[in-house]
Every structure is written in C-alpha cells, then in structure tokens.
C-alpha cells in the first residue's frame, strides 16, 4: 500500500499549484481521501476531504481557494491551490481515510496511511 505525492515548489503569494497523489496496492475508489498539511511546528491539519462518491469538504483556512478531485481511472486524487497565502506553507501529504467520512469530517482525524508529503513553500 502506498501512496505518492508530487506537485509540491515555491510560489508566490497570489500563484497557484496542483498536487497529486497516486495510490498503489488498494482499491483506491473504495477509499474516502483526504488531503492534510503540517507547518513547522504546528500538529497536522486536514485541508480537503473526498468520499469515495465524490462529496468534498474543506477546512475553513482553504474554503473557497482549494478544490480536491479524484480520478479512479488514475487511482490518483488531486489539490487545486488558488490564491495562495504565506500560511498555505507546509508539507503536504495525502493520506486515506479509516474513519467514516462524516466523522472525519467533524473531527475524528483517523487515517491509516499517508504519503511522505511534498513541500509547498509560498514567499512574497
């Protein structure tokens, strides 16, 4: 099982990036996804949520700024990052869902394996 980040580079405030993230050795469109960030610092932070029948949520900090997509022909889900912010900065990982997708969603931030990340890094 595994799960392999790209995408990740240094921007400007304002530009936009695409991360992607391919699962290998499970049924990835049997899976809920999510999309979390880790500053330096600071504890984990999921930005984007999907279920496997394609209902999104977001945090609050990206509401409206982020979009996170699926392709189970690819076994591949995507972070669209508009509008980035000096905050956006952090590792990002993508990581599958354990928890039922309502209660991840509310808070039970429970995944059972994650990529090793890939650094965005937004600058002025």
């Known amino acids: 099982v595994q799960l392999v980040e790209s995408g990740g580079d240094m921007v400007r405030v304002g530009e936009s990036l695409r991360l992607s993230c391919v699962a290998s050795g499970f049924t990835f469109r049997h899976w809920d996804m999510t999309w979390v960030r880790q500053a330096p610092g600071k504890g984990p932070e999921w930005v984007a949520a999907?279920?496997?029948?394609?209902?999104?949520r977001y945090s609050d900090s990206v509401k409206g700024r982020f979009s996170i997509s699926r392709d189970n022909t690819k076994d591949t889900v995507y972070l669209q990052m508009n509008s980035l912010e000096f905050e956006d900065t952090a590792l990002y990982y993508c990581?599958?869902?354990?928890?039922?997708?309502?209660?991840?969603?509310?808070?039970?931030?429970?995944?059972?394996?994650r990529g090793q990340g890939t650094q965005v890094t937004v600058s002025s």
């Open positions: 990581a599958r869902i354990r928890a039922p997708f309502a209660a991840f969603i509310r808070g039970s931030f429970d995944i059972d394996v």
């Open positions: 999907i279920s496997t029948n394609n209902h999104s």
